[in-house]
């Protein structure tokens, strides 16, 4: 009977642990990463059996936890709620600096007064690896805890990056290298005819007050006409060129001012304000058409480059672009000027150190269009426009706003593309309206404003990704995935926080997603596992193996009264 008492009193007790976590587990039914705990029953025995005799010792009751069991994930509008999709745990320390570290599934974190992230309602911080801005970790032993810090937004507000490199895609028009202008005669015949005529710039000089220009000249008729490069017209005729009618060729060139010949010219340099004549055997006298000359500096076009000083004052280099013939464009790059378009309070320096306003580069494109190579043109202070050692041009400029000087491994590196490609600088003809724009495709620079944070959010990678008002978006710490070998084996503590023990084996940190680690999934948590269905079926079950095992009580009570009985 004493034994059968002591069994049926580890049964109540057993049952009423039981009770205990069905009850606990039903109190966290909706407490974020929360792992229900189920009850194991383990038999008891005060002496082992030899087959003939056995004493029972009763029942035991002990927790067993299953970590492994998945919650639901389910989405937040907290950007920084965030759920563990798989293996794993978040790594917390107790209090901001030398504390505990602790292990946790719940992701439910908020920011202190200083920024720091903390998990809800309790003093645990969370734990992450500093990056670079492109989420890359920079401890070297990033497989120690001591490589973790308190994740903290608020102290990587941007700073400021000064501009060291530039990057400009665009085509040049083929069709700016070239002016091209049209006549119209009548032949012998009365026919209408027009003559096409082709000048190009050569010369990089401005036409003075006594210019000249040379002209390409093709007939596609047996006739002549008269052309004037004049400013007005009735001006002197002083050269006189006779085309063969079959074959195009200048046969004769008569200057009428001397009346001397020149044979098999190929080419005439009239004077200022005067005219030529192209005289065809048979062709009929027309009325002569003045034809202006295009303006000596060619075709141009001016843009600009917007860059940051390092303290992220934004600067512009006025640019000019001018067609200088022969597949070549000259590139003049300005003074810098600020945004307001005021003289900015920097100065550009040539390669020999001097302060220049300006300085010229030649850029040449090689006959299918494609970048040839870029030419550093002599100033006046004995300087030129500087160029890197790969013969890319570049900026140098001083700042006296307090920014650091524009020079040397800061200097504007611009990239306008690779020798013998397309992938910059191009110069191609267009069928457009606008074949005479320069039709600008992308431009980037590398320099940063300074910005104030305004947001967070996690990447699948981990990633803490701090947004500025700015634009810019920067990785500042990435949360490592904790494993162990046993995470049934962690020790439980209060806030839903869990240690190491010897059953757990060491922790292992891993980058989400990778050595068997679950992905991390922003704005959302993980619910309980808590199923409320299954606790309270349990209830019942314990409810019933209670009243069993007081029931025993009960009629173990009676036969010893009834014993009692006997011997009186």
């Known amino acids: 009977m004493d034994a059968a008492m002591s069994s049926a009193v580890s049964g109540l007790q057993a049952q009423s642990a039981a009770l205990s976590n069905i009850s606990n587990n039903l109190a966290n039914s909706q407490t974020t990463g929360y792992k229900s705990v189920q009850t194991q029953f383990t038999s008891l025995l005060t002496q082992l059996s030899n087959g003939a005799t056995f004493t029972t010792g009763g029942v035991a009751a002990s927790v067993r936890q299953n970590l492994l069991a998945p919650g639901t994930i389910t989405g937040t509008s907290v950007t920084t709620d965030m759920a563990i999709n798989g293996n794993g745990m978040f790594a917390v320390m107790n209090g901001l600096s030398g504390g505990q570290t602790y292990y946790t599934r719940n992701g439910a974190f908020d920011t202190d007064n200083a920024g720091n992230l903390y998990l809800s309602g309790t003093n645990y911080y969370l734990q992450g690896w500093p990056t670079d801005t492109s989420g890359n970790v920079l401890s070297t032993n990033s497989d120690n805890l001591a490589s973790l810090q308190v994740v903290n937004i608020d102290k990587y507000n941007s700073s400021a990056v000064a501009t060291t490199q530039y990057t400009m895609s665009a085509n040049f028009p083929a069709a700016a290298q070239n002016s091209l202008g049209t006549v119209a005669y009548v032949n012998s015949s009365g026919v209408t005819e027009d003559l096409s005529m082709t000048y190009v710039q050569t010369g990089t000089g401005t036409i003075g007050t006594t210019p000249t220009a040379t002209y390409m000249v093709s007939i596609d008729s047996a006739t002549g006409t008269t052309i004037h490069d004049a400013s007005s017209t009735g001006s002197q005729l002083l050269y006189s060129v006779t085309v063969n009618s079959n074959t195009g060729a200048i046969t004769q060139v008569v200057n009428l001012a001397t009346n001397t010949t020149t044979t098999n010219l190929p080419g005439i340099t009239p004077s200022d304000a005067t005219s030529s004549t192209i005289a065809l055997p048979g062709s009929a006298a027309t009325s002569w058409t003045t034809f202006a000359a295009a303006a000596g500096s060619g075709f141009s076009k001016s843009t600009s480059m917007m860059v940051y000083d390092s303290l992220g004052v934004p600067q512009s280099f006025g640019v000019t672009w001018t067609a200088a013939g022969n597949n070549s464009w000259l590139m003049t790059v300005n003074s810098p000027t600020n945004t307001a378009g005021t003289k900015s309070t920097g100065q550009l320096i040539d390669s020999a150190g001097s302060v220049v306003s300006s300085y010229t580069y030649k850029v040449s494109f090689n006959s299918n269009g494609t970048l040839g190579q870029f030419t550093s043109l002599p100033d006046g202070s004995g300087g030129s426009a500087p160029l890197s050692s790969s013969s890319a041009p570049m900026l ?4 006296s706003d307090g920014a650091a000087p524009s020079t040397g491994s800061q200097a504007v590196l611009l990239n306008l593309g690779t020798s013998g490609k397309t992938d910059g600088l191009s110069q191609f003809s267009t069928t457009s309206s606008t074949s005479l724009a320069i039709a600008v495709k992308t431009t980037t620079q590398n320099g940063v404003q300074y910005g104030s944070l305004t947001g967070v959010n996690i990447d699948s990678t981990g990633n803490v990704i701090a947004a500025y008002d700015n634009g810019q978006k920067v990785a500042i710490y990435k949360i490592p995935v904790v494993t162990f070998p046993n995470e049934n084996g962690l020790i439980q503590n209060t806030a839903g926080v869990y240690t190491q023990s010897s059953l757990s ?46 029931q025993v009580i009960g009629t173990d009570k009676q036969m010893f009264q009834a014993l009692l009985q006997v011997i009186q």
């Open 396 to 399: 140098q400029a001083l700042w």
């Open 505 to 550: 084996g060491n922790y292992m940190l891993n980058q989400a997603g990778t050595n068997g680690a679950g992905a991390i999934k922003g704005q959302s948590l993980e619910s309980s596992t808590v199923n409320t269905t299954v606790e309270f079926s349990n209830m019942i079950t314990a409810q019933q193996a209670y009243s069993a095992a007081s």
